[in-house]
C-alpha cells in the first residue's frame, strides 16, 4: 500500500480460484503497466495467498491481501487464520468486515474493530467494509448505518498507512445494481468528513473505495466521483482483462 494518495484497486475473490488460477494472476501482473496511476491488490482464498505472492515480483505495483483473519495471533480456533499468517504466506492487508461476513457470520462491528486491530499488529493494511442494506436505505438510514459502522468498527490510531475503507451497499454486490453518483458522492463525503474528524491530517487522505457491482462499462463513472479513491472489485477482479480495464480507469 504505497501512496496513500494513489487510487488502490482491490479485488475480492471470495470463494473463487484453484491453483491453475494463476495463469490470471501472471496476467494481472503482467498488464499491470496498464494501471500506473493506481495500485492493485488482489485477495485470493487463503489457501492462494503463498502462491500468488510468490508469483509477485519485487516492486510490482501488485500486491496480494488476504479476505479475513481471527483476531488472536494463534490458539484453538480451528479453520480461522490469523494476521500473522497472512504476513507470513506474503500477504500486505487483509479485508474485515465485509457484510458476507457480518451476515453470513454474525460478525459485530466490535469484532471487526478486532481484527482491524489485528491486521496492525501483524504490520498488514486493514481493508474495512461499511454498507447499508436495502430496507435501510429505503428507510432513509443510509448514513445513520454507515455513521454506527465507522464508530464501532474503525479502531483509533488508524492512520492513511494502516486502515482503507471500502463503502459496499449492501444491495449493489453482485445485483449489477449500482448507486446513482448523487449517492455515492454523498457517502463517500460523509465517511470524508468523518475520518477528517477524527483522525486530522491521516484523515484527508485515507483512501475510500467503492464496492459494489464495479465493472469495466461504469469504472470510469464510479471512479470520478469525489472521494472515490478506488474500487473493491468482486466478480470483475477474476478475470484479468475486466480487472485491468477497471485500474486503467482509475484518474
Given at each position: 500500500?504505497?501512496?496513500?494518495?494513489?487510487?488502490?484497486?482491490?479485488?475480492?475473490?471470495?470463494?473463487?480460484?484453484?491453483?491453475?488460477s494463476a495463469g490470471e494472476m501472471?496476467?494481472?501482473?503482467?498488464?499491470?503497466?496498464?494501471?500506473?496511476?493506481?495500485?492493485?491488490?488482489?485477495?485470493?482464498?487463503?489457501?492462494?495467498v503463498a502462491e500468488f505472492a510468490?508469483?509477485?515480483?519485487?516492486?510490482?505495483?501488485?500486491?496480494?491481501?488476504?479476505?479475513?483473519?481471527?483476531?488472536a495471533a494463534s490458539g484453538a480456533?480451528?479453520?480461522?487464520?490469523?494476521?500473522?499468517?497472512?504476513?507470513?504466506?506474503?500477504?500486505?492487508?487483509?479485508?474485515?468486515?465485509?457484510?458476507?461476513?457480518?451476515?453470513?457470520?454474525?460478525?459485530?462491528?466490535?469484532?471487526?474493530?478486532?481484527?482491524?486491530?489485528?491486521?496492525?499488529?501483524?504490520?498488514?493494511?486493514?481493508?474495512?467494509?461499511?454498507?447499508?442494506?436495502?430496507?435501510?436505505?429505503?428507510?432513509?438510514?443510509?448514513?445513520?448505518?454507515?455513521?454506527?459502522?465507522?464508530?464501532?468498527?474503525?479502531?483509533?490510531?488508524?492512520?492513511?498507512?494502516?486502515?482503507?475503507?471500502?463503502?459496499?451497499?449492501?444491495?449493489?454486490?453482485?445485483?449489477?445494481?449500482?448507486?446513482?453518483?448523487?449517492?455515492?458522492?454523498?457517502?463517500?463525503?460523509?465517511?470524508?468528513?468523518?475520518?477528517?474528524?477524527?483522525?486530522?491530517?491521516?484523515?484527508?487522505?485515507?483512501?475510500?473505495?467503492?464496492?459494489?457491482?464495479?465493472?469495466?462499462?461504469?469504472?470510469?463513472?464510479?471512479?470520478?466521483?469525489?472521494?472515490?479513491?478506488?474500487?473493491?472489485?468482486?466478480?470483475?477482479?477474476?478475470?484479468?482483462?475486466?480487472?485491468?480495464?477497471?485500474?486503467?480507469?482509475?484518474?
Amino acid at each position: 500500500m504505497t501512496d496513500a494518495r494513489r487510487p488502490l484497486i482491490a479485488g475480492n475473490w471470495k470463494m473463487n480460484g484453484l491453483k491453475a488460477s494463476a495463469g490470471e494472476m501472471r496476467a494481472i501482473v503482467a498488464g499491470a503497466s496498464k494501471a500506473a496511476k493506481a495500485d492493485l491488490l488482489i485477495c485470493p482464498p487463503a489457501t492462494l495467498v503463498a502462491e500468488f505472492a510468490g508469483i509477485v515480483k519485487k516492486g510490482s505495483p501488485v500486491a496480494i491481501g488476504g479476505q479475513d483473519c481471527h483476531a488472536a495471533a494463534s490458539g484453538a480456533h480451528t479453520g480461522d487464520i490469523s494476521t500473522e499468517m497472512l504476513a507470513d504466506a506474503g500477504a500486505t492487508a487483509v479485508i474485515v468486515g465485509h457484510s458476507e461476513r457480518r451476515a453470513d457470520h454474525g460478525e459485530t462491528d466490535a469484532i471487526v474493530n478486532a481484527k482491524a486491530q489485528a491486521a496492525w499488529r501483524a504490520e498488514l493494511t486493514a481493508i474495512l467494509c461499511i454498507g447499508e442494506t436495502q430496507a435501510q436505505r429505503d428507510a432513509g438510514k443510509t448514513l445513520d448505518i454507515i455513521g454506527g459502522q465507522l464508530r464501532g468498527s474503525v479502531p483509533e490510531g488508524a492512520t492513511a498507512n494502516t486502515l482503507v475503507i471500502a463503502y459496499e451497499p449492501v444491495w449493489a454486490i453482485g445485483t449489477g445494481l449500482t448507486p446513482t453518483v448523487k449517492d455515492v458522492a454523498q457517502v463517500h463525503e460523509y465517511i470524508r468528513n468523518y475520518l477528517k474528524q477524527y483522525f486530522k491530517n491521516d484523515g484527508e487522505v485515507i483512501r475510500i473505495l467503492y464496492g459494489g457491482s464495479v465493472k469495466p462499462s461504469n469504472a470510469v463513472e464510479l471512479l470520478a466521483v469525489p472521494h472515490v479513491n478506488g474500487a473493491l472489485i468482486g466478480g470483475a477482479s477474476l478475470k484479468a482483462s475486466d480487472f485491468l480495464a477497471i485500474a486503467a480507469a482509475a484518474p
